[in-house]
């Protein structure tokens, strides 16, 4: 069956660094368009970055870039986000989706197949 799972989240000082896996199996991850996306208490869901498919292009919500990173590995069937110079507005639980054909990224209800989610906590 279809399974994201998710981890890396820690709890972090403020200015640190953390990298979170995003481990795919049950499906073909290389054709699927992937992002993460977290939920912060009190504010919802929201989409952090994502790439598609077919291109090396990534993509960031304005309050991450130049700070996190996403990347996958094909033949590890993974997907990560490298995060820097974290922040305690980052406190967060953190998913990862997969999704076909997705138009816009950031468009949450796009991705068919979630993980459970990560917990990353930062302290300041």
């Known amino acids: 069956q279809v399974q994201l799972v998710e981890s890396g989240g820690d709890a972090a000082q403020s200015g640190g660094s953390l990298r979170l896996s995003c481990a795919a199996s049950g499906f073909t991850f290389s054709t699927y368009d992937m992002s993460w996306a977290r939920h912060i208490v009190g504010k919802g869901l929201e989409w952090v970055s994502g790439m598609h498919s077919d291109s090396s292009d990534t993509y960031y919500a304005d309050s991450v870039k130049g700070r996190f990173t996403i990347y996958r590995d094909n033949a590890k069937n993974t997907v990560y986000l490298q995060m820097k110079s974290l922040k305690p507005e980052d406190t967060a639980l953190y998913y990862c989706?997969?999704?076909?054909?997705?138009?816009?990224?950031?468009?949450?209800?796009?991705?068919?197949?979630w993980g459970q989610g990560t917990q990353v906590t930062v302290s300041s």
């Open positions: 989706a997969a999704g076909t054909r997705v138009a816009k990224l950031q468009q949450l209800d796009e991705y068919r197949w």
